[in-house]
């Protein structure tokens, strides 16, 4: 309240900016959810602001107002991939670590909407070099983080050298099933396949 020569005066309230409208986290989630599914169902090429909207139940103004182009969309999610990362896990040996992760990664890598966007997003990024460069930042720092919790911890406990080579661990670590489900886009592995690859990884990385 203020005063002047007329007494007293009610302050008017102070509107908010036009253009200040709050982004709604549902509706954001929704939009990054209907991204996913798109890339699935008709590959970055073909990816639409409009099909996402429609697909998400929003406005094309929604997804504008949070991305400017469906590039950056993608980008923004592929980023977000590395930040969130894949859980280390702790059994309390090398191999029992190696063959979980290897059991978490083989799932989420055959996921029907998986399966279909990492094969789609890396010939993309061939012809990228932004989406290359988000692409290898998400699955380098992701895989990165993982490998490096485990290889701490098994230094720890004696089952590898301190100062094994991070590089080699990472490639042993993350390459065999990231070939076998993105390059070679093989059938769910045999039965025994992921014991039997946490073994022979495991005899590899103490042999660094």
Known sequence: MTTNADGPQTRPRRRAPAGAAVLREDVTEAIRAAVFEELAAVGYARMSIEGIARRAGVGKTAVYRRWRSKLHLVLDLVSAIAVQGLPAPDTGSLEGDLRLLYEVTSRA????????????????????????EAMQKALREGQDG???????????????????????????ISGPLYWRAVVVRGPKPPKGYLPALARATAAALKAL
């Open 109 to 132: 890598l055959r996921h029907p909407v998986a399966s279909q966007i990492i094969p789609d997003l890396q010939a993309e990024a061939a012809r990228n070099p932004e989406i290359a």
């Open 146 to 172: 993982v490998a490096s919790t485990i290889m701490g911890a098994a230094a720890e406990r004696g089952e590898v050298r301190p100062d094994a080579d991070p590089d080699l661990a990472l490639d042993l």
